[in-house]
T-cell receptor, first 106, second 116 residues
Framework: GQQVMQIPQYQHVQEGEDFTTYCNSS?????IQWYKQRPGGHPVFLIQ?????EVKKQKRLTFQFGEAKKNSSLHITATQTTDVGTYFC??????FGKGTRLHILP | ETGVTQSPTHLIKTRGQQVTLRCSSQ?????VSWYQQALGQGPQFIFQ???????GRGNFPPRFSGLQFPNYSSELNVNALELDDSALYLC???????????????FGPGTRLTVL
């Protein structure tokens, strides 16, 4: 079945450093959504990308959708302790990657 | 808060039993999707209901079934529970389908199911 691969699985960064997680699909995606899940919590919607090559920004977060609509990335600039959690991409809205768990070192 | 509620919060069952999990969507949301999330994994799509009809199904056996009601509530039923069914079960409501894909999903807090 359709799968979405997400890397890395874990990322430890010093507070203030940047962070990027990548999402890849073998098939063209109609859209991609990004979610954040805090420890013990549930996924919270961050953004949706639909157009080829689309780039969207939310404060320190930058989301990109590849030209071929097969890959996407989430980049966080100058991480803060509030960024801790697991970031998931969801291809076609319902096919979730395994997530990237972000740890912030003070 | 997302306005999506789930009950119960936690549940312990034994192998072979049956379980019903409940979800109350945001008012006006005619689409609900159910996911299974094992520890340390991403949510896995079980199925989706749109206006009370099943609208898509993931790679789950028929012993996973569901219902959606006109009052924006829904159920996930699992028969003949197996140990591997232990997981967090999440429902997510959305306004519907836009451009062929499910719109923004608002997740409930989940039901933690343990099968002994």
């Amino acid at each position: 079945g359709q799968q979405v691969m997400q890397i890395p699985q874990y990322q430890h960064v010093q507070e203030g450093e940047d962070f990027t997680t990548y999402c890849n699909s073998s098939t063209t995606l109609s859209n991609i959504q990004w979610y954040k899940q805090r420890p013990g919590g549930h996924p919270v919607f961050l953004i949706q990308l639909v157009k080829s090559g689309e780039v969207k920004k939310q404060k320190r977060l930058t989301f990109q959708f590849g030209e071929a609509k097969k890959n996407s990335s989430l980049h966080i600039t100058a991480t803060q302790t509030t960024d801790v959690g697991t970031y998931f991409c969801a291809g076609g809205s319902i096919i979730f990657g395994k997530g990237t768990r972000l740890h912030i070192l003070p | 808060e997302t306005g999506v509620t789930q009950s119960p919060t936690h549940l312990i069952k034994t192998r072979g039993q049956q379980v019903t999990l409940r979800c109350s969507s945001q008012s006006g949301h005619n689409t609900v999707s159910w996911y299974q999330q094992a520890l340390g994994q991403g949510p896995q799509f079980i199925f989706q209901y749109y206006r009370e009809e099943e609208n898509g199904r993931g790679n789950f056996p028929p012993r996973f079934s569901g219902l959606q009601f006109p009052n924006y509530s829904s159920e996930l039923n699992v028969n003949a529970l197996e140990l591997d069914d232990s997981a967090l079960y999440l429902c997510a409501s959305s306004l519907g389908l836009a451009g062929g894909h499910t719109d923004t999903q608002y997740f409930g807090p989940g039901t933690r199911l343990t099968v002994l």
